[in-house]
């Protein structure tokens, strides 16, 4: 992931890439060049170099918070990637450590900033669907990463790992917060998952408030291609979010079904991961952005430690 950010970031004519830290050498050489970027074997280089108002901090999840607080004490801006810490109280800690430095701390939720979405939430904003009663969102991803990334105290499981993006947007769609989950794991498809405790498959339902109701159904098998979809329900109408096989949102309503203009992207993951990074650095340079904070990851954390404690069907408070 690190190097789509590097990749995907040195193409915009906002924001310079510097450097590029990690601890496999290899890693960091082969992306820093193709990029025109300085390697570095570690983070504490980075420290001293001058001039450099933030990192982008895509490591192993365990890794998050000590990086980040290393930016901090440097006095940078960070975006991090998702989630920011698998320990809600130290997550809370982290957004308040940057927040008293004065300090910028994103999250990488990018389907917030990706065509698609974004226009779902324009969309939504506006009233074109009346208020949201109900959120659907799908998470296929074609294979499993291998058990050791699957291990849920090392990246958070299926529940955090993939379900964050989730529950980051039903709560972003819907204006509420989520407030209990009932959860379900299908049968098992990959053995080797049973070791670390994971699973590849489940079905949760997200309790919003005053009855309105989101749906998450997250996979680590559909084979096709890593694909997410989202649809909202609203008094009015509905909105229809696609990444497969082209980035597209589409408006429902009496008067039919149609695309919205300006929100069709070939590849709706990169846009996203692009204009994330823009956002970040509109931000970074005193715009007033709205921008995933510390918060947004606590919360969906805590309802993915509640879906792995719900899964046997018994419903949970977040
Ligand atoms: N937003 C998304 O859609 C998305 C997708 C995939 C991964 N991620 C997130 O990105 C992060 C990285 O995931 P990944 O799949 O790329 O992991 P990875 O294991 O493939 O890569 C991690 C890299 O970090 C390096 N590294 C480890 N510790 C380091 C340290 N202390 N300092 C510098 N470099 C260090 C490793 O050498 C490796 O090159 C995770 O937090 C994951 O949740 C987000």
């Not at 940078?76 to 990637?81: D, G, M, Y």
């Not at 990463?145 to 039903?170: N, R, T, Y």
């Not at 009496?254 to 992207?265: C, I, R």
């Not at 956002?279 to 993915?304: L, M």
Request: hydrophobic residues 45%.
């Amino acid at each position: 992931m690190g190097a789509v950010h590097a990749r995907t970031v040195a193409s915009s004519p906002l924001i310079d890439v510097v450097a590029v830290a990690d601890t496999d050498t290899a890693a960091a050489a082969s992306v820093a060049g193709e990029i025109g970027a300085s390697p570095s074997s570690t983070i504490d280089r980075l420290v001293d170099v001058s001039g450099i108002d933030a990192w982008l901090i895509a490591t192993p999840t365990s890794t998050h918070p000590a990086l980040v607080r290393q930016a901090v004490q440097a006095g940078v801006h960070v975006l991090c990637e998702k989630p920011l810490s698998l320990d809600v109280t130290d997550s809370g800690r982290l957004g308040e450590e940057a927040h008293a430095a004065g300090l910028l701390l994103q999250i990488g939720f990018w389907r917030r900033f990706s065509p698609p979405w974004a226009t779902a939430k324009r969309l939504i904003d506006s009233g074109a669907i009346g208020k949201p009663l109900m959120v659907r969102l799908s998470q296929w991803d074609a294979d499993p990463p291998p058990a050791s990334f699957c291990d849920p105290a090392k990246s958070g499981g299926l529940a955090i790992d993939c379900g964050v993006h989730e529950f980051d947007l039903a709560e972003w769609f819907t204006g509420r917060t989520v407030q209990r989950v009932t959860s379900f794991n299908l049968p098992l498809v990959d053995q080797s998952l049973a070791t670390v405790g994971d699973v590849d498959n489940l079905v949760a339902v997200l309790e919003m408030g005053d009855g309105v109701v989101a749906t998450v159904d997250l996979s680590r098998n559909c084979r096709y291609e890593d694909d997410v979809r989202t649809e909202i329900l609203g008094e009015n109408g509905a909105i229809f979010v696609d990444l497969l096989p082209t980035g597209r949102t589409r408006l429902a309503t009496a008067h039919g079904v149609d695309v919205v203009a300006g929100s069709e992207t070939d590849d709706a993951f990169s846009v996203g991961i692009l204009r994330q990074a823009e956002a970040f650095a509109r931000a970074v340079a005193g715009e007033n952005v709205d921008i995933p904070d510390a918060d947004a990851s606590t919360r969906a954390v805590k309802v993915g430690w509640a879906i792995r404690e719900a899964a046997n069907g018994t419903p949970v408070d977040v």
